[in-house]
């Protein structure tokens, strides 16, 4: 037996043929069915099988698959699903991870194209938001670890001795909004700063950023001995969708000297939307910058992005020199400086050739018609929210984002008729708390999602709520 490839190729050629055609089709018809259902527990069971001494045809593996896992998936793919900030993938970005998974590339480093094409996607995204293309950037799994890279980059841009030597008792802060994700304490706890170290700002009535608060907060920090050294705004908040005044938050960081940056998960790409360009205005400013191509830009999972101004600064944050991760000036360990030098993950996956592929087959100009699509759907969705009696819109639609309350019922209720919404199978919105009173939450970040679709998950709650009055 020479290695694990097939004797008979033939056999396996079809078999990929059989499950080709099997996601086609099941992505053709998306929408059909429910956006989801709770997997019960023979499925379960049915999972748990030990891990096998022999192994089994592709052909059984791929008929368990179809039957125990495709029909459990979270729906983000289903034109109904609107919870939480979910892209809903395409078929372009599905073939491009086959693609990448045939060639197998380990892209940590080395010289070799699937590091070429991710330093393109890099440049396309420092363009799309207006950043010098000479800044540096690499892509992770998602904006959970970009805005922690931003931290780490800003944090030793500050103090390179924090590499070698830590906080050494240094009470180092920085700031965002009340509003901001909970990514940000926890990479503050994660970077050994402490949750607390990051001071949550105030928010005005439109949710964002309070300035004035933040300007004090600086000031009253540095009377008692902390170390301010970075300052994040908020391009899109996962709550409701509220934009920071990112120009005026540039303005006080720079000011007071801090690191400016940007936590843009989705709201990135509303860049890419003549509508929506001028509400995003200081992004281009950003010393750093922190978003998802899984998001709006309907890359399949994960691909995450961190954007940094200062190529040097990012290097400096997290480049080893290692016996053996030489870089030599020719050869196959030329190339440097390499995507770990970037990051904490030496062993990094081809996540740049969905994103290329994705990018480079619908274009800038498609991808922004698409954002101003799903703003329109929302934007529909609140208008009907208005018209409706015993509902409420909670919050200003901003982007793509809207949040309701129901009147009549307690958050209790309100929490438990969306559950049921979700065991209906009719739509998957998520909740929130908006000034204390828990929303139904309808986030529109999927392509496919139409006001039909909003139509039939409103009519829905207008049902389950009287149901629950009565």
Known sequence: MAGLDPEDWSGIRAMGHQMLDALFDRMEHVGEGPVWQSMPHDARDALRTGFPEQGQSLEELHGRFTDFVVPYGNGNTHPGFMGWVHGAGTPVGMLAEMLAGGMNANCGGRSHAANEVEREVIRWALSMVGMPEDGSGCLVTGSSMANFISIITASR??????????????????????????????????????????RRVPVLADHRMDLIALKRMIREDREAGYIPFMVAGTAGTVDCGAIDDLAGIEAIARENGLWFHVDAAFGALACLSFRFQKALSGIEK???LAF??????????????????DRKAHAAAFAQSLDYLTREP????????????FGPDLSRGFRALKVWMTLGHYGSERMGQMVEECCGVATNLAHRVQMTPGLILLAPVT???????????????????VQDLHESGVAAPSTTRINGRLAVRAAIVNHRTTTADTDRMLDAVIALAADRRA
């Open 399 to 417: 982007l793509n984002i809207v949040c309701f309350g129901i009147d009549g019922l307690l958050d209790q209720d309100v929490s438990e008729l």
């Open 330 to 341: 020719r050869g196959l360990a030329s190339g440097a400086p390499w995507f770990c030098d």
């Open 292 to 309: 998802d191509f899984h998001k709006w830009a309907q890359v399949p999972y994960d691909a995450g992005c961190v954007l940094v101004r």
């Open 157 to 198: 841009a500050q103090d390179i001795s924090l590499r070698s030597q830590g906080t050494g008792g240094r009470k180092m802060v920085g700031y965002a909004a009340t509003t901001a994700h909970g990514c940000l304490p926890r990479a503050f706890d994660l970077a050994g700063f402490g949750s607390d170290a990051l």
């Open 286 to 288: 950003a010393d750093s």
